[in-house]
């Protein structure tokens, strides 16, 4: 008989612990899965990062240190040289080595928006990033779904396994009766006890596969251990006019980043207005006749405003804009072809639920025709007409029969949770 497989402890061995929903599984996968400290890491860096822009009000200055020999430096005309000297006056001219030590400090009054554009554009990007971490996250919840369901299917068919075992249990201590007062054949006894071992064995099998599948759920939710319970079936349908996935949540955001980089051109094409202060200690100075009569280091100031206006930005504007709406194009499209996706694959899971109730509505009469025939097959047995392969076929059938209800029934409730992860609800 063929059995799908998943992992437990034999169900009277299982240790009681209190049992777990899937909602708390997913909650607890997603509180332990490694990207959820990502959060707070992209916080910090966005935080960081507009910190870094606003600082651009801050006065900027800069410390220069500056020691230069020149080939020629400013001097006196040769004349007027010859006619200094002769007053008695000795016009030396500037020294070819220069030295100064100053600082220079520039102050923004006003950028065009430079500065606030490209905070928001930080903060875009930031929120893009949440987004991104959170699709990831989201992906946890079918993994759960999958694991989840996969051990609720094998508790059935660890449970079915055993109430298999106790009727072929007895079959064989009803021909081991006869075979011991002659009524029935050895070979009619080993039969039904081989096929006893054959169920055992799967019993083991399904063993361990449910226990390498509770302690994979386990290590998920950052758990000791897993009981899963059975959910309740999703009340009512599940609506699909209005899907929630945070994939759309990030479709949205990058549209917005590509809204704020495209303020941040603009920006960029604005005149900037700055004061400035700048001064030094040094030679020469900037009263150039002192200091061609005197070699020696002076203090020198200037203050003033200073407007600039870089059309550089112009060059590559057009292109750039164009590059902007190419994204959102592309992000347009994308929001497409995943609505589609997510619509036909929510089309996909109504049907299968559906399929699944109709078959659910004969599985209870398939079983009890299935229980009729083993049951007629054990009396037939009973009253010493032995027909031990087809008992054991009945057993089998039966068996099969459950099975196949348990199977139906948890897949149509996974279709439900599938349903409701696929349109986030």
């Known amino acids: 008989m063929m059995m799908v497989a998943v992992c437990v402890l034999p169900l009277s061995a299982v240790v009681s612990v209190s049992a777990q929903t899937l909602e708390e599984c997913q909650q607890a996968a997603e509180h332990n899965y490694p990207l959820i400290r990502q959060y707070d890491l992209i916080a910090r860096t966005t935080e960081l990062t507009v910190d870094n822009v606003r600082k651009g009000w801050l006065p900027q200055l800069t410390a220069t240190a500056q020691a230069t020999w020149q080939s020629s430096v400013t001097a006196w005309p040769d004349e007027m040289q010859a006619m200094m000297g002769q007053m008695g006056i000795d016009v030396r001219g500037l020294k070819k080595d220069q030295y100064r030590v100053g600082i220079d400090v520039n102050q923004v009054v006003y950028d065009g928006g430079s500065i606030r554009s490209r905070q928001e554009v930080a903060r875009r990007q930031g929120h893009v990033g949440q987004l991104q971490n959170e699709v990831s996250l989201y992906a946890v919840?079918?993994?759960?779904?999958?694991?989840?369901?996969?051990?609720?299917?094998l508790d059935d068919q660890l449970r079915l396994n055993e109430e298999q075992q106790e009727l072929l249990l007895s079959s064989e201590r009803k021909l081991a009766s006869m075979y011991r007062n002659g009524t029935a054949a050895e070979s009619d006894y080993k039969s039904v006890k081989a096929e006893r071992l054959n169920v055992v064995q799967q019993h083991t099998?399904?063993?361990?596969?449910?226990q390498t599948l509770q302690r994979m759920?386990?290590?998920?939710?950052?758990?000791?251990?897993v009981e899963p319970v059975k959910p309740q079936p999703v009340a009512g349908s599940v609506s699909t006019a209005e899907v929630l996935r945070p994939e759309l949540r990030l479709i949205d955001a990058q549209l917005q980043l590509a809204d704020a980089q495209e303020k941040a051109l603009d920006a960029s094409l604005m005149p900037r207005l700055s004061v400035f202060a700048s001064g030094f200690y040094g030679y020469p100075g900037y009263n150039l006749f002192e200091d061609m009569l005197n070699h020696r280091w002076t203090l020198n100031g200037m203050i003033g405003a200073r407007l600039t206006w870089n059309i550089g930005a112009l060059y590559t504007r057009h292109n750039d804009r164009r590059q902007l709406n190419?994204?959102?194009?592309?992000?347009?499209?994308?929001?497409?072809?995943?609505?589609?996706?997510?619509?036909?694959?929510s089309m996909q899971q109504d049907e299968a639920i559906v399929r699944y109730r109709r078959m659910m509505a004969d599985d209870e009469e398939i079983i009890s025709l299935r229980s009729a025939v083993r049951k007629a097959a054990e009396s037939r047995l009973s009253h010493g007409i032995i027909d031990v392969n087809g008992l054991v076929k009945e057993i089998n059938s039966e068996s099969a029969a459950r099975l196949q209800q348990s199977m139906h029934e948890i897949e149509m409730l996974k279709q439900m949770y599938d349903l409701r992860y696929t349109v986030n609800r």
């Open 141 to 153: 919840r079918q993994r759960v779904n999958e694991m989840y369901f996969g051990l609720l299917l």
């Open 205 to 210: 099998s399904l063993q361990a596969q449910r």
């Open 217 to 225: 759920l386990a290590l998920f939710c950052g758990w000791q251990q």
């Open 326 to 345: 190419t994204q959102r194009e592309t992000w347009h499209v994308q929001r497409a072809v995943f609505l589609l996706n997510n619509r036909l694959e």
